[in-house]
């Protein structure tokens, strides 16, 4: 499985709106789907109506609790809430489908939106992962 983690200040420009400066966010080419352990950065929360469940890389599976979206900079919807989720992550393809162009390279990541070309998002190499 190829994944690309990268841990990102998205707080320092702003991705909640809310001081959420303890949870990171991990930018992943391998997840199935936008996640938070966390309602604080979450609109337009509605119960989860579904089976599907989150397989963690070890192997547990973690029951999701509510969808919502963070309506900010970097618009991210259909956010899977899971509480005891121990990463929060933006799902790259899920990012794409949503209009947004991922780049990485040697120095970091950068999200860009399609139809503009306006930087909505980066961070920069530290490490093996990339932080803004």
């Known amino acids: 499985m190829v994944q690309q983690m ?6 320092a ?3 909640t709106g809310k001081d959420v400066s303890s949870s990171l966010w991990y930018i992943d080419s391998a997840a199935s ?10 609109a337009n929360v509605k119960p989860y109506v579904g089976n599907m469940q989150i397989r963690t890389a ?7 609790k509510s969808v919502g979206d963070i ?8 956010v899977f809430h899971a509480p005891d989720l121990t ?14 162009n ?9 999200v860009q939106d399609q139809d503009s070309g306006k930087v909505i998002g980066k ?3 530290c490490g093996r992962k990339v932080q803004a």
């Open 33 to 42: 789907n936008h996640m938070t352990s966390s309602l604080v950065p979450l």
């Open 123 to 125: 961070g920069s190499k």
């Open 6 to 11: 990268i841990q990102s200040a998205f707080p």
């Open 71 to 78: 309506p900010n900079t970097l618009p991210l919807t259909n």
């Open 13 to 15: 420009f702003d991705l």
């Open 102 to 110: 991922v780049s990485f390279s040697k120095y970091g990541c950068v």
């Open 87 to 100: 990463s929060n992550l933006i799902y790259v393809g899920q990012l794409v489908d949503e209009n947004c």
């Open 58 to 64: 070890n192997g547990e599976t973690l029951p999701i």
